[in-house]
Protein backbone atom coordinates (compact mmCIF):
# COMPACT_ATOMS: atom_id res chain seq x y z
CA UNK A 1 0.00 0.00 0.00
CA UNK A 2 1.63 3.25 -0.82
CA UNK A 3 1.42 5.86 1.66
CA UNK A 4 2.80 9.14 2.45
CA UNK A 5 3.62 11.12 6.28
CA UNK A 6 3.50 15.05 5.11
CA UNK A 7 5.22 16.83 8.25
CA UNK A 8 6.60 20.38 9.00
CA UNK A 9 3.95 22.70 8.45
CA UNK A 10 3.01 25.59 10.27
CA UNK A 11 2.60 28.61 11.03
CA UNK A 12 5.81 31.42 9.89
CA UNK A 13 6.05 35.25 9.28
CA UNK A 14 6.99 36.31 6.02
CA UNK A 15 10.27 36.18 4.77
CA UNK A 16 10.90 33.36 6.88
CA UNK A 17 11.66 29.56 6.08
CA UNK A 18 10.13 26.20 6.51
CA UNK A 19 11.04 22.39 5.59
CA UNK A 20 8.19 19.85 4.25
CA UNK A 21 8.88 16.19 4.58
CA UNK A 22 7.41 13.70 2.83
CA UNK A 23 8.19 10.10 3.76
CA UNK A 24 6.89 7.72 1.26
CA UNK A 25 6.56 3.82 1.44
CA UNK A 26 4.89 0.93 -0.48
CA UNK A 27 6.51 1.82 -3.79
CA UNK A 28 10.08 1.84 -5.14
CA UNK A 29 10.98 5.39 -4.17
CA UNK A 30 13.93 5.28 -6.97
CA UNK A 31 12.26 4.51 -10.12
CA UNK A 32 9.14 7.30 -9.00
CA UNK A 33 8.43 10.91 -9.56
CA UNK A 34 7.48 12.72 -6.86
CA UNK A 35 5.73 16.35 -6.62
CA UNK A 36 4.65 18.77 -3.94
CA UNK A 37 1.49 20.79 -4.66
CA UNK A 38 -0.34 23.30 -2.67
CA UNK A 39 -4.17 24.35 -2.61
CA UNK A 40 -5.05 27.81 -1.01
CA UNK A 41 -8.96 28.37 0.29
CA UNK A 42 -10.97 28.60 -2.84
CA UNK A 43 -8.08 28.32 -5.51
CA UNK A 44 -7.71 25.22 -7.45
CA UNK A 45 -4.50 22.79 -6.52
CA UNK A 46 -1.34 23.76 -8.39
CA UNK A 47 1.73 22.38 -8.63
CA UNK A 48 4.79 23.95 -7.02
CA UNK A 49 7.89 21.38 -8.07
CA UNK A 50 9.03 18.52 -9.02
CA UNK A 51 11.70 15.65 -8.81
CA UNK A 52 12.60 12.75 -10.45
CA UNK A 53 14.49 10.08 -8.13
CA UNK A 54 16.14 8.29 -10.22
CA UNK A 55 18.32 11.14 -11.97
CA UNK A 56 17.61 14.64 -9.58
CA UNK A 57 16.25 16.49 -12.19
CA UNK A 58 13.68 19.21 -10.89
CA UNK A 59 11.40 21.44 -11.49
CA UNK A 60 10.11 24.76 -10.21
CA UNK A 61 6.81 26.45 -10.96
CA UNK A 62 7.85 30.09 -11.68
CA UNK A 63 6.07 31.81 -8.66
CA UNK A 64 8.82 30.00 -5.98
CA UNK A 65 11.98 29.83 -8.37
CA UNK A 66 14.82 31.47 -6.42
CA UNK A 67 12.76 30.60 -3.07
CA UNK A 68 11.84 26.90 -3.16
CA UNK A 69 14.00 23.98 -3.26
CA UNK A 70 13.25 20.29 -3.52
CA UNK A 71 15.97 17.28 -2.98
CA UNK A 72 15.26 13.82 -2.28
CA UNK A 73 16.94 11.10 0.10
CA UNK A 74 16.47 8.00 -1.62
CA UNK A 75 17.63 6.17 0.96
CA UNK A 76 15.29 7.46 3.42
CA UNK A 77 12.19 7.56 0.60
CA UNK A 78 11.75 11.34 1.67
CA UNK A 79 11.90 14.12 -0.57
CA UNK A 80 11.80 17.74 0.78
CA UNK A 81 11.01 21.14 -0.02
CA UNK A 82 12.92 23.74 1.50
CA UNK A 83 10.62 26.91 1.35
CA UNK A 84 12.51 30.25 1.94
CA UNK A 85 11.60 34.31 1.73
CA UNK A 86 7.52 32.84 2.60
CA UNK A 87 4.92 35.15 1.47
CA UNK A 88 1.30 35.48 2.83
CA UNK A 89 0.62 34.10 -0.85
CA UNK A 90 2.42 30.73 -0.26
CA UNK A 91 -0.49 30.43 2.77
CA UNK A 92 -2.01 26.54 1.32
CA UNK A 93 -2.48 22.94 1.79
CA UNK A 94 0.70 21.54 0.78
CA UNK A 95 0.79 17.88 -1.03
CA UNK A 96 2.79 15.91 -1.85
CA UNK A 97 2.63 13.36 -4.92
CA UNK A 98 3.87 10.45 -6.49
CA UNK A 99 4.40 9.68 -10.45
CA UNK A 100 4.78 5.52 -10.93
CA UNK A 101 7.32 4.98 -13.96
CA UNK A 102 7.87 5.20 -16.95
CA UNK A 103 8.38 9.15 -17.85
CA UNK A 104 10.47 11.30 -19.13
CA UNK A 105 10.71 14.34 -17.09
CA UNK A 106 8.77 15.21 -14.06
CA UNK A 107 6.13 17.64 -14.26
CA UNK A 108 3.41 19.76 -12.19
CA UNK A 109 0.21 18.50 -13.94
CA UNK A 110 -2.18 17.17 -10.92
CA UNK A 111 -3.63 14.44 -13.47
CA UNK A 112 -0.05 13.21 -14.10
CA UNK A 113 0.30 12.00 -10.80
CA UNK A 114 -0.62 7.95 -9.30
CA UNK A 115 -0.68 8.65 -5.86
CA UNK A 116 -1.18 11.58 -2.66
CA UNK A 117 -0.85 12.60 0.15
CA UNK A 118 -3.22 13.90 3.07
CA UNK A 119 -1.17 17.42 3.38
CA UNK A 120 0.38 19.68 5.95
CA UNK A 121 -1.18 23.05 6.62
CA UNK A 122 1.43 26.07 5.83
CA UNK A 123 0.37 29.46 7.01
CA UNK A 124 2.61 32.45 6.09
CA UNK A 125 1.28 35.68 8.14
CA UNK A 126 2.02 38.82 7.08
Known amino acids: EVQFVESGGGLVQAGGSLRLSCAAS????????IGWFRQAPGKEREGVSC????????YYADSVKGRFTISSDNAKNTVYLEMNSLKPEDTAVYYC???????????????????WGQGTQVTVSS
Open 51 to 58: ISSSDGST
Open 26 to 33: GFTFDDYA
Open 97 to 115: AAKHPPFYSCGLDTAWYDY
